[in-house]
């Protein structure tokens, strides 16, 4: 009876069941099967009003929703472009960084390829770079960025696992570096390889550029600041940053009003924070289930026979978690795995930020996963290109994404450095 | 179905006031945290201090519109049909089988919700012969009204759907 409605579950979700029904679903059959009260959902479900924490996803998800709108992302392509146009490849760069920064600043909430997207790829084309060059490049630009302050993931990893969030805001510095510098040097070789024409670096266009970017540059800097210095606790950061960007843009560019367009992103900005949080509540009412049902012991027992080194774990983790991130979004995905590999991790002796920065280094690479990457979607719907074309053109950033994913699972010094100078 | 419709409605405006008059309490009594608290440090303001521990329910009292935030902006979300899900099967299944999809899975969620809103209303129950206070007085079940009315939400959102994919099933067999 009971596997039944487990198999009715499942088959439910992946017909498109809401994320959270299908996980409350579980947890529900989960609980009746060990003869504890339902409720207990619930009570899970209220601990989030006891999380301090918390409060940082729907401040930051407002405030880069507040940036994703208006002039924001102009200003920022502009600026790269004066600081990079002229190298050679040099406005695949510009778009490679725009885009960490931009999904940075934004938290990483997904609007990426739809905020710069329209504005790069035809420039990208018009500028003699190949179409299907442009084209990868755009989609695994979605994901880039995932690793840098003040990114929602993190947030989300931090709460789970129990990792304090600022650690694992300057442990992903490094290791989101490394992903954007090894595509940026692809594009410098294809660049040179193309012989494309290279514009002359102009000093007062940089510092127009400068200018015009000025207040929104510093954004992902004063928050490292302010976190670091212990001026403010993330959650204070995130509230000071909501501060600061309705500044910058209703009082500053004037480009948002404060009667139509503020209430709007404000409610837009909920709606997401709201599908994020229910899949939270849901998960810990599932987690509560697993751990009562010693589920996670189950699964080391079943690994242990398996493999016996750290190596073999973190492959299979790889391979697991790739899987995951080409059939769920990244939010989702953090919610439900993280707390049956936390212990596992713990066992094998993998540090639990390290685990952190390779989740979400996994978790980026499965959205331009095929067949079902989110990433390869929204970008085949946003440049209106088949989606076999954009299997094949993502393809050799796949690989490059690949090769800096290996390089940080198997490398933790990369992650654990800065983290380390911290204490 | 007019009538469900200009219900649910209102009901959206409403949510969405609600979510402004929330987000903004929370910004705003943070950044007010932070601000007295700077004051006090790098200003040396003795008033700061006693102001700051005139509000100390500030802080609860954000964590708990995080929370009722969250289930407003569900309910929200709810409408629209935009919960996260695994959408592989839109592109897969025959475009005339979608409609019964939808309503297979509004029952479902119907479902769901429903016995989440029996099991929050036994939790409060439970929580009310407590009688524990959250902050300035107020009873803890208070704030725990909001999961079986969020809930109550969702399942009105998914009843409105689950009819509407009934009628569109039912009129695309007739002739």
Known sequence: MTAAVVL?????????LPIFAGIMAAAMVGLHTNQVDVSAIAIEIFRLANAPVLLAIPLFTFAG??????????????FSRSLFGWIPGGLGVVALVSCAFFTAITGATGVTIIALGGLLFPALVSERY??????????????????????????????????????????????????????CIFSVCMGKKWKL???????????????????????????????????????????????????VKVLIFRELTLSGDVPRIMKESMKMVGGILIVLGAALGFTN????????MKI???????????????????????????????????????????????????????????????????????????????????????????YRSTLPFLALLLLTLLIITYWPPLSLFLPSLLK | MKILRSIDNAVSRLEGWLIVAFLGTMVTLTFVQVFLRALYIHGHLR?????????????????????????????????????????????????RWLPLRELILS?????????????????????????????????????????????????????????????????????
């Open chain 1, 8 to 16: 009715l579950i499942i088959l439910l979700t992946l017909l498109g």
């Open chain 1, 65 to 78: 929703y507040l940036l994703s709108e208006g002039g924001t992302s102009k200003r920022l392509v502009r």
């Open chain 1, 130 to 183: 190949s179409e299907n060059f442009s084209l990868g490049l755009m989609t695994t630009s979605g994901s880039l960025g995932l690793h840098f302050p003040p990114s929602l993931p993190i947030i989300l990893y931090g709460f789970v696992s129990g990792v304090s969030i600022e650690k694992l805001f300057i442990a992903g510095v490094f290791p989101g570096a490394v992903m954007v510098g090894i595509l």
């Open chain 1, 197 to 247: 024409e290279r514009p002359p670096f102009s000093f007062s266009e940089f510092m127009h550029a400068l200018k015009g970017a000025a207040w929104e540059l510093p954004i992902p800097f004063l928050i490292i600041l302010a976190i670091y210095t212990g001026f403010s606790t993330a959650t204070e950061t995130a509230a000071l940053t909501v501060v600061y960007v309705f500044t």
């Open chain 1, 289 to 296: 289930y697993l751990v009562d049902a010693f589920i996670p």
């Open chain 1, 300 to 390: 080391l027992h079943f690994l242990e026979g398996l493999v016996n080194s750290k190596i073999g774990f973190l492959l299979i983790l790889n391979f697991f978690l790739i899987l995951v991130g080409c059939m769920m979004d990244i939010f989702s995905a953090i919610l439900v795995v993280v707390p049956l590999i936390m212990p596992l991790a713990q066992k094998f002796g993998v540090d639990p930020t390290h685990l952190g920065i390779i989740f979400l280094a996994n978790l980026g690479i499965g959205y331009n996963t095929p067949p079902v990457g989110l990433n390869l979607f929204i970008a085949s719907s946003r440049f209106d290109r088949p989606i076999m074309q954009l």
């Open chain 2, 47 to 95: 008033w700061a201090n006693t102001l700051m521990g005139q509000i100390d329910w500030a802080e609860p009292l954000v964590r708990l519109l995080v929370l009722w935030t969250a289930f407003l902006g569900a309910s929200l979300l709810t409408g629209e049909n935009k919960h996260i899900k695994i959408d592989i099967m839109s592109d897969l299944l025959p475009r």
């Open chain 2, 107 to 175: 029952v479902a969620c119907i479902c769901v919700a429903a016995l989440m809103v029996k099991a929050s209303i036994g939790y409060i129950r439970m929580e009310m012969t407590f009688g524990a206070r959250l902050f300035l007085g107020i009873p803890t079940w208070l704030g725990q009204v909001i999961l079986p009315a969020g809930f109550s939400l969702l399942l009105f959102r998914f009843f409105i759907r689950g009819l509407e994919q009934t009628i569109h099933v039912l009129r695309g067999k007739m002739p």
